[in-house]
């Protein structure tokens, strides 16, 4: 008994010393490792050189299509509507017939009565069909004269002082994507919208294709002026703190430099005041970096936009 006692608490020394020893080994292991210097972090980016635009100051309004002129037809006659020679989009001349009226006064045979037209145009609406009844307060159709089309718009209070009678504009509608039409100011409302804080604005364009429909969504655009800038691109500014900075490659570091923007022009964007003009800024890889990151430069991005 006195044996097994021996034996048991040799063990237990065997285990105490053989867990020391491995507890040792861990110890000796975290202190070789933490005395290792850290692996060196290199960020790889891209850079670009600063590059020099034409820079256009634009004034964007929005609005919709609205007919030159709209008027409606109307029989002198009373009676029943027994025909009606034209159709919606039918392009109609000052006195052509349009519709042939049936008079109904009892006692009396009258020549069907020929509706004729008094001003050119195109059909937007048919009110009254075949059978209807009509007299000289209905009207039976209107007609839209669309040769040449209003565009109406509401433009920021803040801009209308760069808006004139006669300026030229860029028409965009969503219509017809890529494609430009040209117009020219005819009208500006003296009053302004107290809510909106918006001036309507009328232009006009001419739509001898009858393409431009009235009711249309439509973009406008006035070039104001033009002026040389100095532009980077858009992915290479970086916002810290409500602050727009870039980084600059210098010397195998990340140089966070603060920037004045301006505006934007397709992918690249003016900057006003921060930058010379000769500096290698990095533009890939930007918003993950920090001042005095040590970078790599892996490629030089192209200077084409």
Do not use: C
Request: hydrophobic content about 45%; aromatic content about 4%; glycine content about 8%.
């Amino acid at each position: 008994m006195k044996i097994f006692r021996i034996i048991i608490v040799l063990i237990l020394v065997a285990l105490v010393a053989f867990i020391g020893y491995r507890a040792s080994q861990n110890i000796q292991a975290k202190k070789k490792a933490m005395s290792q210097p850290a692996p060196e972090i290199i960020v790889p980016v891209e850079v670009v050189a600063p590059a020099k635009l034409e820079i256009a100051d634009k004034v964007h309004a929005v609005g919709s299509i609205q007919s030159d002129a709209e008027v409606s037809i109307f029989s002198k006659v009373a009676g029943k509507i027994a025909n009606n020679l034209v159709k919606m989009g039918s392009v109609i001349t000052p006195g052509q017939v349009v519709s042939v009226v049936n008079r109904d006064e009892v006692g009396y045979d009258y020549k069907p009565y020929e509706v004729k037209s008094d001003a050119k145009g195109v059909v937007a609406r048919i009110l009254l069909n075949p059978g209807a009844s009509v007299n000289p307060n209905s009207p039976i159709m209107n007609l839209v004269d669309i040769d040449l089309v209003k565009v109406v718009v509401a433009v920021d209070e803040k801009k209308i002082r760069f808006i004139g009678l006669g300026q030229s504009a860029r028409v965009t509608l969503e219509a017809y994507p890529g494609e430009a039409f040209a117009a020219k100011v005819t009208t500006i409302s003296p009053v302004g919208n107290a809510v909106s804080r918006t001036i309507d604005v009328e232009l006009s364009t001419p739509n001898p294709a009858h393409r431009i429909k009235p009711g249309m969504y439509v973009e406008v655009e006035w070039t104001i002026s033009s002026r040389p800038a100095t532009v980077v691109p858009l992915a290479s500014i970086i916002d810290r703190g409500g602050q727009k900075y870039v980084f600059l490659a210098a010397d195998g570091l990340a140089k966070m430099v603060p920037v004045a923007i301006g505006v934007v022009a397709g992918d690249a964007i003016e900057i006003v005041s921060g930058l010379a003009g000769g500096e290698k800024v990095i533009t890939t890889g930007a918003g993950q970096l920090n001042d005095k990151d040590k970078i790599r430069v892996v490629e030089k991005s192209a200077a084409g936009y």
